[in-house]
Each structure stands twice: as structure tokens, then as C-alpha cells.
């Protein structure tokens, strides 16, 4: 649940976005205010993971406001709603999440909120001694526990890839038929239909030797993967991460390179899945325009025999068209 707090001058505009946000799933107003010194206290006293805030307010400047609350909460995510656009330079000096001119729309303002998400989810770290699952798929297909590779034995390549195109669809319930088309389509119905359950059951075996919170879950002529809150997938996390930052106006160099670390081969590297070649061409698409993106930074900074360009070289350097990239921005071979 992600908890909210508004403050607006105008009664109207806040009663309206405090509907508008109500509608959302997985939204709670935790206060609306017209006073800044009642949301500062309200901050200090409650949970709130995101305040919704105008910028020309009476008796305070919202930018101002936002510091304020900053100081209190450094984690806290900032979202600016207003009448004016002039200020949207000083807004994200301070790391503003998002900036809305009103009249805000309910599209708008679910964009808003999904980006609050994706950077909470980003952020976010595992509290000292929990447990901790990394599902990799940058590269090989490996699943870690506490950063230590999980000896993952699986009987049959069937069985494999059955897991794979769960976690590849994480989200979704999938037709028993559509599993079946996908990976026994040579079979006769009763005979595809056994090879399936038993995949399903070496799946729940494996996982549960290695005592992973995954579980599958069958529901008549659906199957459905459901993952513990303990665990990340890999690619997952890299495309809502890129995404971000490549609609993010400034290159920070720091949280680009941070990420072009996960990305250790293409999507599911080595394994000739038909289903997996458009999410891998996506994937790719996305490392390569934050290579792109950085290499033209670079040189703004740096020689081009550079520490940072000697590190990126030794991200990308199993990759080809990585190389052709910094070769052409950067200079170097």
C-alpha cells in the first residue's frame, strides 16, 4: 500500500485529488492538507511515502515545502501538482518524482503514481538477515539466495523452461492448453497432458529443495506462478530501472553504471526459447540506449582513456554492438 499525503491552497483542487487518488488500487490518503505546518507535523507523526504538493501556495513555496519535508524524511518521494510550468527546473533539482499541470487527468495521475512504485521498488533493500531471492536472467538462468547461487538441478530441459516461461509471465494466469501448445504440441492431448503435471511437479520438487518462497498455483485450466515479497527477477527489475532513467532528463552516471552491472548477457543467454526473442530484443534495446546515453556524457567529463570509460568498456565488452557504441562516442577501441 502506498501511502499519500496532499497539500493544495484551494479546497476544491484538493477535494479533487483526493478523489482522483482513491481510485487508484494499492493508494491510501494518509491527509489532505491547506496548511504546511499541519503536513510537516502529520509527516513526523505517521507513515507517508509520497507527498502530492502545489508549488504557488500562499504562505510557502512548494519547492521550499518539499525541502522541508525532505529533511525530515529523506526517503520520502516528492510529486509537484500544479497551475504553472516554469518551475519545473527547481522541481527536479530536488529529485521531484514526477511534475503535473492541472487540470489533472486520471491517466495522468495513475502515470504518476506507477512512477512512485517503480522507484520504491527500485530502491528498495531487504531488511538485515531476511532472506533474499534474485531470480538472474541477464545472462544465464540461475537463482541466488543471499547473493549465494542456489544449486538448482533440474531433471529435464522441459521442466526448465516451463519455469522460465513462468517467471517470464509473473504476472499473468496461463491455459493449461497454451502450456501445452508451447511445449508438448507433438503429443497426443493425454499423453501432453501427464508430461505437463509432471514438469509442474519436478518445478515444486526443485524449488522446494532449494526453499524458495515460489509457488505454482493450479486453478482448473489455469496455472498461475506466485512469488514471495523476497524475491526480485532480474530483468524485471533492469527494465522498470531503465525505463526510468532514460525518461529522466539528467544522466546520473552513478545509478547508470550501477545498472549496466545486472546486466551480465541477454535475456535468457544460451537458451533457444522461440517465446523469449521478443523480450530479449526489448531488453538489449534498453542496454544499449543507456550505453548511448552515457557515452555521450563521457567525454563532456572525461578523457577518453578515462576510468569511467575503462569500466563501461569492461560492462559491454561481450557485446559487439556495446563496443561499435563507445568506439564512435567515445573514441576508443
Known amino acids: 500500500m502506498l501511502h499519500i499525503s496532499i497539500i493544495d491552497d484551494e479546497h476544491l483542487a484538493l477535494q479533487y485529488l483526493d478523489l482522483q487518488l482513491s481510485k487508484i488500487e494499492g493508494v491510501h490518503v494518509t491527509g489532505k492538507f491547506m496548511d504546511a505546518k499541519e503536513l510537516i507535523k502529520h509527516v513526523q507523526e505517521h507513515k507517508v511515502d509520497a507527498v502530492f504538493l502545489d508549488i504557488r501556495m500562499p504562505y510557502v513555496k512548494g519547492t521550499d515545502l518539499a525541502k522541508q519535508l525532505l529533511n525530515i524524511n529523506p526517503s520520502l518521494y516528492i510529486v509537484f501538482v500544479t497551475a504553472y510550468n516554469e518551475y519545473g527546473a527547481e522541481a527536479f533539482e530536488i529529485n521531484a518524482v514526477d511534475y503535473m499541470l492541472k487540470p489533472i487527468k486520471q491517466e495522468r495521475l495513475a502515470v504518476a503514481v506507477q512512477r512512485i512504485k517503480d522507484r520504491q521498488a527500485m530502491e528498495q533493500k531487504m531488511t538485515p538477515g531476511e532472506s533474499r531471492y534474485i531470480i538472474k536472467d541477464l545472462g544465464m538462468l540461475q537463482i541466488y539466495e543471499n547473493d549465494i547461487r542456489a544449486d538448482v538441478k533440474w531433471r529435464t530441459s522441459k521442466a526448465k523452461e516451463l519455469f522460465a516461461y513462468f517467471i517470464h509471465h509473473h504476472h499473468k494466469t496461463i491455459l493449461k492448453r497454451d502450456l501445452i501448445e508451447l511445449l508438448w504440441s507433438n503429443l497426443f492431448w493425454e499423453k501432453a497432458n501427464a508430461q505437463l503435471y509432471s514438469a509442474i511437479y519436478q518445478i515444486r520438487k526443485t524449488l522446494q529443495q532449494i526453499g524458495a518462497p515460489i509457488e505454482i498455483i493450479s486453478q482448473e485450466e489455469f496455472y498461475q506462478i506466485d512469488i514471495g515479497h523476497e ?62 546515453r552515457l557515452t555521450e556524457e563521457l567525454p563532456l567529463f572525461e578523457k577518453t582513456s578515462s576510468y569511467n570509460v575503462a569500466k563501461l568498456k569492461r560492462l559491454t565488452g561481450f557485446d559487439t554492438e556495446a563496443e561499435e557504441i563507445i568506439k564512435d562516442k567515445c573514441g576508443v577501441v
Request: charged share 30%.
Open 231 to 292: 524475491i526480485q527477477i532480474q530483468s524485471h527489475q533492469f527494465k522498470i530501472a531503465a525505463q526510468r532513467l532514460l525518461n529522466e532528463k539528467e544522466v546520473d552516471r552513478e545509478q547508470y553504471f550501477r545498472l549496466l552491472e545486472w546486466y551480465q548477457g541477454d535475456y535468457l543467454a544460451g537458451l533457444g526459447y522461440s517465446w523469449a526473442v521478443k523480450e530479449r530484443e526489448e531488453l538489449k534495446g534498453l542496454w544499449l540506449e543507456l550505453i548511448d
